[in-house]
């Protein structure tokens, strides 16, 4: 089993920025896919950024491309979400996954590749 800790998150204006993280612990060495979904008040979760933890690749939402920068660092089993010039419509909570992919090795951002999650962070952002 994995455990996921999420922390960041936080309140900003429109235009600024926010970090989330995540910590991994347990069995990892099947976590192929790591990854960030959100999910607002009456929406459907969405497939924000995910990070291939074997070789570092990155995939984004095209709503968050060019504005939100997946990492990693392996040594602490930590993957981290920077998040910037951030909207309104950005506002949402934020969960960490981390899975062994579609099939044992796409990665993508559907939810049938993750099936570890973290609590979830809040991330609000006014007007």
């Known amino acids: 089993e994995v455990q996921l800790v999420e922390s960041g998150g936080g309140s900003v204006q429109a235009g600024g920025s926010l970090s989330l993280s995540c910590a991994a612990s347990?069995?990892?060495?099947?976590?192929?896919?790591m990854g960030w979904f959100r999910q607002a008040p009456g929406k459907e979760r969405e497939g924000v950024a995910g990070?291939?933890?074997?070789?570092?690749?990155?995939y984004y939402a095209d709503s968050v491309k060019g504005r939100f920068i997946i990492s990693q660092d392996n040594a602490k089993n930590t993957i981290y979400l920077r998040m910037n010039n951030l909207k309104p419509e950005d506002t949402s909570l934020y969960y960490c996954?981390?899975?062994?992919?579609?099939?044992?090795?796409?990665?993508?951002?559907?939810?049938?590749?993750?099936?570890?999650w973290g609590q979830g962070s809040q991330v609000t952002v006014s007007s």
């Open positions: 347990g069995y990892t060495s099947n976590m192929r896919c």
């Open positions: 990070i291939y933890t074997n070789h570092g690749g990155t």
């Open positions: 996954a981390a899975g062994a992919g579609v099939g044992g090795w796409w990665c993508n951002l559907e939810s049938q590749a993750y099936d570890q």
